[in-house]
């Protein structure tokens, strides 16, 4: 048998005249985090193209300068102060071209303009490193011994090209660089030179103080 309740009609609050004011109270927090958020991403995509845009820049403007070009619009550099000198570099691939290298430089170095850049860093390609060993009277022989690896490394002054320090950056911390005595045993490990070496030999350049610092 079926059981049969009375109805009640639900009532209809829509056209109630707080209704829509409640509504719109409830959405506020929302409505104002949503334009919040979307103003914070449109500043940091703008800040972000900005910076890619500026590093892009320094980048064509420095590639000339492994090459021997100037940049005139770049900055002086100013050996023996506190200043730090902004630089990019380089590192020269088999087929002769230039390709950024980022590992090679930390990224308190780096000039965000042209006008900031003051030196350039051309590292040739990584190779074998060799010493001879002496002759028993202390003389360069013509026998070699396998000692690590290394990279060529040309630094230039951004705003004329001049070459501040040409030299090698082994992978073997203080690595001899006359003949030796005998014939290492063991053998230094043939590893990458690592970029912490290359930043430790750039250090003094951006620090101000060249080779002497």
Do not use: K
Request: hydrophobic content about 45%; aromatic content about 6%.
């Amino acid at each position: 048998m079926l059981s049969t309740f009375p109805h009640t009609p639900m009532s209809d609050l829509s056209q109630e005249p707080e209704r829509g004011r409640y509504a719109i109270w409830q959405a506020l927090p929302l409505l104002l985090f949503t334009i919040c958020a979307v103003g914070l991403i449109a500043v940091l995509a703008w800040r972000s193209l900005a910076g890619v845009q500026g590093t892009a820049a320094v980048l064509d403007a420095a590639v000339a300068v492994c090459g021997g070009q100037g940049v005139a619009s770049a900055a002086a550099y100013q050996p023996n102060t506190p200043t730090t000198n902004p630089v990019v570099a380089f590192r020269q691939l088999a087929d002769g071209r230039l390709l950024t290298d980022s590992t090679a430089v930390l990224p308190a170095w780096l000039p965000t303009q042209p006008d900031q850049l003051a030196l350039v860093l051309c590292l040739g390609q990584e190779r074998p490193a060799y010493r001879t060993i002496c002759t028993a009277a202390g003389e360069p022989s013509t026998i070699l011994a396998e000692y690590g690896r290394e990279i060529p490394a040309t630094l230039r002054e951004a705003r004329t090209a001049a070459i501040l320090a040409e030299s090698v950056i082994a992978s073997v911390d203080d690595a001899p660089t006359g003949c030796l005595r005998e014939i290492p045993n063991p053998t230094p490990p043939d590893v990458a030179v690592s970029p912490a070496q290359v930043q430790a030999w750039l250090r003094p350049w951006v620090a101000g103080g060249g080779a002497d610092n």
